[in-house]
């Protein structure tokens, strides 16, 4: 399988990135992907001074996938999350949304063993590990946006249901596309309220192709049991809106619903929910159930 090393990163989504590696759609690659802090800090006596803020939110590539022309829907199967055997959080005054932290702090957890051993001061908890992506994206189609910024790019939307065995759609706005990820996360919960999830270094299996599929808002997730419009933005309110928003028209334009039965269905089993709220945008996502549309007849977004 066609692999690029951890040392092959980036820090910033752009069209003028040069590709590190070349796949042909459907082909299985693997990248390996550094921690958000690039593997920095490894013990918990590892203190802010020794992290370099330049080398904060590596994303392993870019890969450019043979075939895809600007302006086509690509779809990114994540097959495959090998975790390290450590994760490590930081407390960071001034950063994430928890205004009441004072004082940074490092913890190193273990999870070779296939859950997250969680030392606190009252004792230790063992917490089942759900592997995710953090930032993941395609190129924009102009400027430079540094891996910590979510967008309609895809970047560091920190959606925790980006994980084994889920496809990500984004719009490729160059040739090849320019794909990369990074930052995954052993476990993380809705909000990403601290700055960070269990940041571990990982190997991620992956596969791209070119879809025809109707025109789908993006960044949109399919997972075995959810459709998924993710939506990024200044402020939550914008970010809900548009997430609502993309989720309304996908039900109309790909799925054929009648307006206030696509209103109606979203009400009734439709879910709204925070992905993060740390980024320098704040990141929302809509969630559908796939049952319901199948119910419908709506045979799946690629046929
Ligand atoms: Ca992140
Ligand atoms: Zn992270």
Not at 15 to 37: I, S, Y
Not at 195 to 218: F, H, M, N, Q, R
């Amino acid at each position: 399988m066609k692999t690029l090393e951890n040392d092959k990163v980036f820090y910033a989504f752009s069209p003028d990135m040069t590709p590190q590696l070349t796949v042909k759609q459907g082909e299985l690659f693997l990248l390996e992907t550094r921690d958000c802090f690039a593997n920095q800090l490894c013990s918990n006596e590892d203190t802010l001074e020794e992290l370099d803020w330049d080398r904060i939110n590596p994303a392993t590539g870019p890969v450019a996938i043979e075939g895809v022309k600007a302006g086509d829907m690509v779809r990114i199967d994540i097959k495959k999350i090998e975790l390290s055997g450590r994760s490590v959080m930081t407390t960071i005054p001034g950063a994430g949304a928890i205004q009441g932290i004072s004082q940074f702090s490092t913890r190193v957890f273990d999870n070779s063993r296939g859950t997250l051993l969680v030392e606190t001061a009252k004792g230790t908890l063992e917490l089942p590990l759900k592997p995710m992506i953090g930032v993941i994206g395609l190129a924009p189609p102009e400027g430079s946006i540094p891996n910590g910024t979510p967008g309609k790019h895809g970047g560091n939307m920190d959606c925790k249901l980006i994980g084994e065995n889920t496809s990500l759609y984004l719009r490729a706005s160059v040739d090849g596309g320019l794909f990369g990820c990074g930052d995954v996360h052993a476990l993380m919960g809705d909000g990403e309220v601290l700055v960070c999830g269990a940041e571990t270094p990982a190997k991620v299996t992956l596969a791209a192709s070119v879809v025809e599929a109707a025109p789908l808002p993006v960044p949109f997730l399919e997972t075995d049991s959810l459709f998924v419009a993710i939506a990024t933005a200044r402020s939550a309110e914008e970010a809900f809106k548009t997430a609502i928003d993309h989720m309304f028209s996908f039900l109309i334009e790909t799925a054929g619903l009648e307006e206030g039965d696509a209103g109606r269905l979203m009400t009734l089993v439709g879910e709204l929910k925070f992905c993060q709220v740390v980024d320098p945008e704040v990141t929302i996502r809509f969630e559908f159930p796939k049952s319901v549309l199948a119910e419908l007849g709506f045979p799946g977004i690629t046929q």
